[in-house]
């Protein structure tokens, strides 16, 4: 009888759980969100789940305002996965900020004169969906190939190194005391948890060990500055248009720490996509960055800085794709996205001989 029983309930969280439609029950919540912020009237309507973003959701959606005026809009919150008995769990991504967090870091951009997506309104975690903000859907590309191969954008990438320095020194500008609480890391900091994480692996890497006591014998270079770091600052997490950067997206690395690590972060090789004459994204020159990191209010900048900050983000992309490969290889997270980052280790091991030689 007890065997019956258990049977029977194992079939209704079976049938509860291939009732749930994520893409139902998050129409659901922002219908309902949507009146408070729009309107009676306000209505959802092509409600897409994108394939960008691997350790967040992000979905597209247009509001239709009572009027008929059309708001096209992103929403950008924690994966939702659902339990047997049909309630939400929190996924923990283990990475970076909270979403509420990350929304009011743009928001306080946005004040500074940086280029964003304004934030329309926010979703609190509850029994319905994860937390998360919802923002404008700018009007541009994203895909760093296309920016880089596109004709249109020809005008765009001339001026877009400057408009990067220029948007970074407004970002770095803002003052601690204005910032949300986070996690603070300076250099020293940062070289022994990413040295920490690729020996936990046990493989061999000299070129990337090399790398590390390269770095660590001219911590002088990085400088001693501390402020607002985006963390992933690079060609593929900017909106471009036309006339240039529209937008800076993906705050969810957002530290504390030495702010010329994000000018070196774009000119990672990675971040190129095989356009490696261009240092910086593959569109621009270094001088053109530290021109446009001037214009902006930006502190000065030595060419060792951006040179050390380079090394840096090769060697930290470097055990990033360390991680991916046994996250991979030991079943942690088994996905072909992982597998192939995983490959490029080697080339970010090149990568990095050749920026110490």
Known sequence: MADGRLSADKGVCSQLMQNISPEKALHEVLSEKILTV?????RVESLKKLST???RETWSFVVVTAKTMCVPLILKRDP???RANGTIAKEETGLGVERAVEGKLIELAEGAGVPVPGVSFYLSENEKTTSGFVMEHLQGETLGRRILREESYAAARRRLAFQCGQAAARLHGIALGDLPE???RTAREQLEQDHDTMNRFGHPYPGF??????LEERLEWAGEGLGLVHGDFRNGNIVVNADGLRGILDWELAHVGNPVSDLGWICVRSWRYG?????VGGFGEI???LAGYKAGGGNPVSPEAIHYWEVFGTLRWGVLCIAMTFSHLHGTQTSLEKA???RRTAETEYDLLQLVN
């Open 340 to 342: 192939v980052i995983g």
């Open 209 to 214: 060990e090399y790398s590390f006591r390269w």
């Open 275 to 279: 356009h490696v004459s261009k240092p």
């Open 53 to 55: 973003g691997a350790s």
């Open 38 to 42: 729009y309107g009676a009237g306000a």
């Open 287 to 289: 001088s053109e960055l």
């Open 80 to 82: 939702v996965v659902y």
């Open 182 to 184: 986070l996690e603070c």
